[in-house]
């Protein structure tokens, strides 16, 4: 889905964020944070402070795209709080990073406003974080007439990790 927008200078990175969603772990879109290894260089990163947060300490860092990044490569801006023992993501917010034009607002009637994200992270077991919700709320405006609000919110619950043995036993026929 998302290949459609890479330029043909970066077809590595198109295969990596087609395949993004199918490979994650968590079920949250890679694109969508921009954690992830392939997604950090396009990004400026702050630290704003370190404080307490559910108990544990944790890193706020802000972060934007880098200029001239274009809107396909880098969306977002937002906050993070990355926990400081594990350097786990704990909580993330992001909004659009760019504004749509005001000529697209009064020529042809159309907004998004408020459009981002935010996912929440819990620790389960060592070394096991799993995001426990993830939403979102925006507005649309399109053509003057229309115009809707959208929610999504998801909520993960009940979650434990498994462990799992099992023997494999070869028998031999005797001749």
């Not at 890679?30 to 990163?45: E, G, R």
């Not at 023992?85 to 907004?111: F, M």
């Not at 609000?149 to 462990?163: C, D, G, K, L, P």
């Amino acid at each position: 889905m998302m290949q459609r927008f890479a330029s043909p200078a970066r077809p590595m990175q198109a295969a990596w964020m087609s395949s993004c969603d199918q490979h994650s772990r968590d079920g949250i879109s890679c694109d969508l944070f921009p954690l992830t290894a392939a997604q950090q260089h396009k990004y400026k990163f702050r630290l704003l402070r370190t404080e307490n947060y559910r108990g544990r300490e944790v890193y706020r860092v802000a972060f934007e795209p880098k200029p001239k990044q274009d809107f396909d490569e880098a969306a977002w801006k937002g906050e993070a709080l990355i926990d400081a023992a594990e350097y786990q993501p704990v909580s993330l917010h992001t909004k659009l990073a760019v504004k749509i034009p005001l000529a697209v607002k009064t020529l042809l009637g159309t907004d998004i406003k408020g459009l981002g994200f935010a996912i929440t992270y819990q620790k389960f077991d060592e070394g096991v974080w799993f995001p426990v919700s993830y939403g979102g709320e925006f507005e649309i405006r399109a053509v003057f007439f229309y115009k809707r609000t959208i929610s999504v919110n998801m909520v993960n619950s009940s979650f434990r990790r498994t462990n799992v043995s099992s023997n494999v036993t070869y028998v031999t026929e005797a001749k």
